[in-house]
C-alpha cells in the first residue's frame, strides 16, 4: 500500500511559485496536483511545466481540485481573499510572508483556520537556517544572560525594474508597505523569535531612490521587547550592490549574529560541549540571500517548512511555526507606519 502522502494546490504562479513546486517535488509525502492563478495564461502555462490540473476559477478549483492543502502565493493584499475560501472548503494553508497586510486581515486569516479546524502555516522559510535554530537555543537555553539588544541591518538593493514588474508591488493595497514589509520581514520575524514580545516601536521610513511606489525604500526604527530588551532595524531596497542581512544578538553573557543564515560570530562568556563544532561552521550558508534578486533564494528553506507542514498533517501535532505568530512582524511593522506618521511610538497592547 502507497504511503499517505498531502496533495498541495498552489493559487497564485508568480515568481514564488516554481519554488513552492519544486519543493513540494522534494518533500517525499507532498505531491503537487492543481494551480489556480486568475492570468489564464500564466496557469496554463505553470500546469503544463509541472504536469498538474489547471483552474482560473477559486471556487471551481477548491471545489474540484484533488487537494487536502494550499499554497497561497498571490500579491499579499489578496491572502485573505483567497486563503479564507480555502480554510473554509476544508483545506490547510500554507500562507507566504507577509499573513497579509494588516494585522486585522492576518486575524481574519487566523479565526478562519481555526475555525475551520485546518492548520495555517506562515511561509518564514529562514526559521529553518540551522543558524537561527542554534541561536534560538542557545537563548533558551540561557547562554546570553539577559537579552540587552537586538539589530538587524537588512540593507538590501531591488531595481526599478522590480517594483515596475507587477502593478501590485510598491502599493499600499497589495504590498502592505515597501521594504519593510515586502523583503525585511524575514528578519523582523527572527528579531521577535529571538527577542521575543515587542512593547514599544518608533521610526523613520522614506522613498529615496525607487519612482512610482507608494511605499518606503528606506526605514530605520528603534523598539523595546517586553523584557526590557531594546532592537534597533535598519531596512532598504535601495542600498546598492545589497548585503546579506544581519541580526546581532548580544546579552550580558555572550553575542551572536547571523548574516543571512549563517552565524559570524559566537562568543560566550561560559564555553558549551557544541561551541566547536558551531565555530567550525562559521559562515556556512545554505539557503541563499535575496539581498540584490528575489530569485536568488534557493528552495531549502521551503523544502524544510514544507517537510514540516506535512508532517504534522500526516502524523498530527502543531507545525514549526505557528500561524497567529505571523500577525506579530505584519503589527510591528505596520506600527512604524502609524509611528512615522503620529511622531509618537506605536504601543502594543498587552
Ligand atoms: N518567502 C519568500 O522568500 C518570498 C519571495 C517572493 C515572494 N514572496 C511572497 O509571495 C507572494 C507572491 O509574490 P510573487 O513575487 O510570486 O508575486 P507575482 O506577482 O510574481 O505572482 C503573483 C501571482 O498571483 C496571481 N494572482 C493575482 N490575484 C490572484 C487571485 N485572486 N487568485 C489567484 N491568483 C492570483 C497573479 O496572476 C500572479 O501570477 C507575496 O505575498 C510575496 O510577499 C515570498
Not at 495555517?120 to 546570553?144: D, S
Not at 528606506?218 to 545589497?242: D, K, N, Q, Y
Not at 559570524?264 to 567550525?280: K, M, N, P, S, V
Request: net charge negative; proline share 4%.
Amino acid at each position: 500500500m502507497e504511503k499517505p502522502y498531502v496533495r498541495f494546490g498552489i493559487i497564485g504562479a508568480g515568481t514564488i511559485a516554481d519554488f513552492h513546486a519544486e519543493a513540494i517535488r522534494s518533500v517525499p509525502d507532498a505531491r503537487l496536483a492543481a494551480v489556480c492563478d486568475t492570468d489564464a495564461e500564466r496557469a496554463a502555462a505553470f500546469a503544463r511545466k509541472h504536469g498538474i490540473e489547471c483552474h482560473t476559477d477559486l471556487a471551481d478549483f477548491l471545489a474540484r481540485a484533488p487537494i487536502d492543502a494550499v499554497t497561497v502565493a498571490t500579491p499579499t493584499g489578496l491572502h485573505g481573499a483567497v486563503a479564507i475560501p480555502a480554510a473554509r472548503a476544508g483545506k490547510h494553508v500554507l500562507c507566504e510572508k507577509p499573513l497579509d497586510v494588516t494585522a486585522e486581515k492576518s486575524q481574519a486569516i487566523i479565526d478562519a483556520c481555526k475555525e475551520a479546524g485546518v492548520l495555517l502555516v506562515p511561509v518564514f522559510q529562514y526559521r529553518f537556517g540551522g543558524g537561527a535554530i542554534r541561536l534560538k537555543r542557545a537563548i533558551e537555553a540561557g547562554r546570553f544572560g539577559r537579552l540587552l539588544h537586538l539589530s538587524g541591518r537588512i540593507k538590501w538593493w531591488r531595481s526599478q525594474d522590480y517594483y515596475d514588474s507587477g502593478a501590485w508591488r510598491g502599493t499600499w493595497a497589495l504590498d502592505g508597505g515597501g521594504c519593510l514589509m515586502n523583503q525585511s520581514i524575514h528578519t523582523i520575524d527572527l528579531m521577535l523569535h529571538f527577542g521575543g514580545r515587542p512593547e514599544q516601536v518608533f521610526g523613520y521610513t522614506a522613498t529615496r531612490t525607487h519612482t512610482g511606489i507608494e511605499v518606503e525604500d528606506c526605514a530605520c526604527a528603534v523598539l523595546r521587547f517586553a523584557s526590557g530588551a531594546m532592537g534597533v532595524i535598519e531596512s532598504s531596497t535601495a542600498c546598492a550592490p545589497g548585503f546579506p542581512a544581519r541580526i546581532e544578538v548580544s546579552g550580558e553573557r555572550g553575542t551572536a549574529a547571523l548574516e543571512g543564515d549563517a552565524l559570524t560570530e559566537w562568543r560566550f562568556a561560559d564555553t558549551d560541549a557544541g561551541d566547536e563544532a558551531i565555530l567550525a561552521g562559521i559562515g556556512e550558508k545554505k539557503l541563499g540571500s535575496g539581498a540584490s534578486d528575489p530569485k536568488a533564494i534557493n528552495v531549502e528553506g521551503h523544502r524544510l517548512q514544507i517537510a514540516d507542514m506535512t508532517r504534522a498533517i500526516l502524523a498530527g501535532g502543531q507545525p514549526a511555526i505557528d500561524g497567529a505568530e505571523a500577525k506579530i512582524p505584519v503589527e510591528l511593522i505596520c506600527g512604524i507606519y502609524t509611528s512615522m506618521q503620529t511622531g509618537r511610538p506605536y504601543i502594543f497592547a498587552r
